[in-house]
């Protein structure tokens, strides 16, 4: 079915594999290194000229809101994947209404979220145990992040299901602007420099905050200025009330989606739960080690982003011959990517660690002995990411789920308590390699298999709208290309 869209649409059903993921790949790595970089430039900022407590109260504050991210992650990568797929087989209405149905629903989530939030913060906080020198400033610096979360929430949202059309190359636009400005005003509103009041941990949220809603606001203008293919006009804008069809693709697969990240942040919580047991030192040291792993973990969620979207418009156009070898070039960027930086956090990791922690010896020789024992388990957590990717492309969702809640809870949890009484911390950091290369080999193990390649993902298909859109938008403009 042939239908409307805008040269910002990237086919990515066609052409030299290798070439054509890299290039779509890389803006979306980029936006991910500068979104850790600006989190670990605001940490640098937070930790120089407000002490340990602050870090640690940051280190706190982070895990939770990337558990709130999870809350509509799914959702978003639902929508990725539909959005893909019908781009694949041409149909840009139903790409359309899967975007306005995920960006709806997310709207009222976001702000019931934002709500529930604010005003549970204390009792989350008192949950991870956080250390009582660092909880009036975690308090006030996740109170005023979740101020941002509507923002935040919705421009990852839009982001996703550009990334779902093929343009990698919008969401790397805004991300620079969100990070150039959050960068600016961290300083300003932490020291209060010139007329501005110095406002502390709370500056450095209030920045972030201002900064997602100053992106969003300018992504939409963009979206629209620039007729990108999944704007809503006119009668198309019906499509942000969810939609009963769309909902119960979004739901039965962006739950299971969403769950894998709120599985993942719940071992996180259950991690920095038991990090903080041993004391303000080690909560410290991780939390600067956290900066350097957020880093290592990027190659594996923008590779598995590229290979997941390149495989649903694939998966939508029954190119099938493709999907082996997106597999194998994702597997092999990742390894290369992932290596090299490991190698360099490990040659370099004093000075990387001092930009977190200063001149604080102690709390340095403590977050390297993280660094040697967890680093490298990221290329195997890697792997697992791409496979998982490419699976998610045709719908496959339940048991990605189940392999990370076997591997974070039985095997890494199940790990440091029996290794705690024998090594003591150090089956903490130990349990990291572990899980990570037990998940591999659980992924490897289905993905050969075979089976998840049977699956539907049974996106909604409406004839009659889709001729209409095509009779009322008629401009060049408006069109996808057709394929030779």
Same mark, same amino acid.
């Given at each position: %079915?042939?239908?409307?869209?805008?040269?910002?649409?990237?086919? *990515?059903?066609?052409? @030299?594999?290798?070439?054509?993921?890299?290039? &779509?790949?890389?803006?979306?790595?980029?936006?991910?290194?500068?979104?850790?970089?600006?989190?670990?430039?605001?940490?640098?900022?937070?930790?120089?000229?407000?002490?340990?407590?602050?870090?640690?109260? !940051?280190?706190?504050?982070?895990?939770?809101?990337? *558990?709130? &991210?999870?809350?509509?992650?799914?959702?978003?990568?639902?929508?990725?994947?539909?959005?893909?797929?019908?781009?694949?087989?041409?149909?840009?209405?139903?790409?359309?209404?899967?975007?306005?149905?995920?960006?709806?629903?997310?709207?009222?989530? @976001?702000?019931?979220?934002?709500?529930?939030?604010?005003?549970?913060?204390?009792?989350?906080?008192?949950?991870?145990?956080?250390?009582?020198?660092?909880?009036?400033?975690?308090?006030?610096?996740?109170?005023?992040?979740?101020?941002?979360?509507?923002?935040?929430?919705?421009?990852?949202?839009?982001?996703?299901?550009?990334?779902?059309?093929?343009?990698?190359?919008?969401?790397?636009?805004?991300?620079?602007?969100?990070?150039?400005?959050?960068?600016?005003?961290?300083?300003?509103?932490?020291?209060?420099? #010139?007329?501005?009041?110095?406002?502390?941990?709370?500056?450095?949220?209030?920045? !972030?905050?201002?900064?997602?809603?100053?992106?969003?606001? +300018?992504?939409?203008?963009?979206?629209?200025?620039?007729?990108?293919?999944?704007?809503? /006009?006119?009668?198309?804008?019906?499509?942000?009330?969810?939609?009963?069809?769309?909902?119960?693709?979004?739901?039965?697969?962006?739950?299971?989606?969403?769950?894998?990240?709120?599985?993942?942040?719940?071992? $996180?919580?259950? %991690?920095?739960?038991?990090?903080?047991?041993?004391? *303000?030192?080690? !909560?410290?040291? =991780?939390?600067?080690?956290?900066?350097?792993?957020?880093?290592?973990?990027?190659?594996?969620?923008? %590779?598995?982003?590229?290979?997941?979207?390149?495989?649903?418009?694939?998966?939508?156009?029954?190119?099938?011959?493709?999907?082996?070898?997106? !597999?194998? &070039?994702?597997?092999?960027?990742?390894?290369?990517?992932?290596?090299?930086?490991?190698?360099?956090?490990?040659?370099?990791?004093?000075?990387?660690?001092?930009?977190?922690?200063?001149?604080?010896?102690?709390?340095?020789?403590?977050?390297?002995?993280?660094?040697? /024992?967890?680093?490298?388990?990221?290329?195997?957590?890697?792997?697992?990411?791409?496979?998982? $990717?490419?699976?998610?492309?045709?719908?496959?969702?339940?048991?990605?789920? *189940?392999?990370?809640?076997?591997?974070?809870?039985?095997?890494?949890?199940?790990?440091?308590?029996?290794?705690?009484?024998?090594? #003591?911390?150090?089956?903490?950091?130990?349990?990291?390699?572990?899980?990570?290369?037990?998940?591999?080999?659980?992924? &490897?193990?289905? =993905?050969?298999?075979? $089976?998840?390649?049977?699956?539907?993902?049974?996106?909604?298909?409406?004839?009659?709208?889709?001729?209409?859109?095509?009779?009322?938008?008629?401009?060049?403009?408006?069109?996808? +290309?057709?394929? #030779?």
């Amino acid at each position: %079915m042939a239908g409307p869209a805008t040269g910002k649409a990237r086919d *990515l059903t066609q052409g @030299a594999i290798a070439a054509t993921l890299l290039m &779509f790949a890389i803006p979306t790595l980029a936006s991910n290194i500068l979104q850790s970089l600006n989190g670990s430039i605001n940490a640098i900022w937070v930790g120089r000229f407000l002490g340990a407590q602050a870090l640690a109260a !940051t280190a706190n504050a982070n895990i939770i809101m990337f *558990l709130m &991210f999870s809350v509509v992650f799914g959702f978003g990568m639902a929508s990725t994947v539909m959005i893909g797929q019908a781009m694949g087989r041409r149909d840009i209405v139903a790409a359309r209404r899967a975007f306005g149905s995920a960006v709806g629903f997310c709207t009222v989530m @976001a702000i019931v979220v934002a709500t529930i939030g604010w005003l549970g913060a204390p009792a989350l906080l008192h949950m991870l145990a956080t250390p009582t020198e660092a909880f009036d400033m975690a308090l006030v610096y996740l109170r005023v992040i979740f101020i941002a979360m509507p923002a935040s929430l919705l421009s990852v949202m839009m982001m996703m299901g550009l990334r779902g059309v093929g343009d990698a190359r919008t969401p790397l636009i805004f991300m620079i602007v969100s990070v150039v400005i959050d960068l600016v005003l961290n300083p300003v509103l932490i020291l209060g420099l #010139g007329p501005i009041p110095a406002m502390g941990i709370a500056g450095s949220a209030a920045a !972030t905050a201002a900064a997602g809603f100053i992106s969003l606001i +300018a992504l939409i203008f963009y979206t629209y200025a620039k007729d990108l293919p999944l704007r809503l /006009r006119g009668p198309e804008l019906a499509f942000l009330r969810p939609a009963a069809d769309e909902m119960r693709v979004l739901l039965g697969k962006g739950l299971p989606m969403g769950l894998q990240m709120i599985v993942m942040s719940a071992s $996180g919580l259950v %991690m920095i739960g038991l990090v903080n047991r041993e004391g *303000l030192l080690v !909560t410290a040291a =991780y939390g600067a080690s956290q900066q350097l792993w957020t880093y290592l973990q990027m190659p594996a969620m923008a %590779m598995g982003a590229a290979v997941s979207a390149m495989a649903a418009q694939n998966v939508g156009a029954g190119r099938w011959d493709r999907i082996s070898r997106i !597999t194998g &070039f994702g597997i092999g960027y990742q390894l290369l990517i992932t290596g090299s930086m490991v190698a360099v956090m490990l040659v370099f990791h004093e000075p990387l660690l001092a930009l977190f922690l200063g001149d604080n010896g102690p709390a340095i020789a403590e977050a390297w002995h993280m660094q040697l /024992r967890v680093s490298w388990s990221f290329i195997a957590f890697g792997c697992t990411m791409i496979l998982f $990717g490419v699976m998610r492309a045709n719908g496959v969702v339940v048991k990605p789920l *189940l392999i990370l809640m076997f591997t974070l809870f039985v095997v890494r949890i199940g790990f440091y308590y029996l290794g705690y009484p024998v090594i #003591g911390v150090d089956a903490l950091w130990f349990s990291f390699p572990v899980g990570s290369f037990f998940s591999l080999l659980l992924a &490897f193990l289905v =993905y050969i298999h075979g $089976g998840w390649r049977k699956a539907k993902l049974l996106v909604p298909v409406h004839e009659e709208e889709c001729r209409e859109s095509v009779n009322s938008d008629a401009e060049p403009a408006g069109r996808i +290309a057709p394929t #030779g």
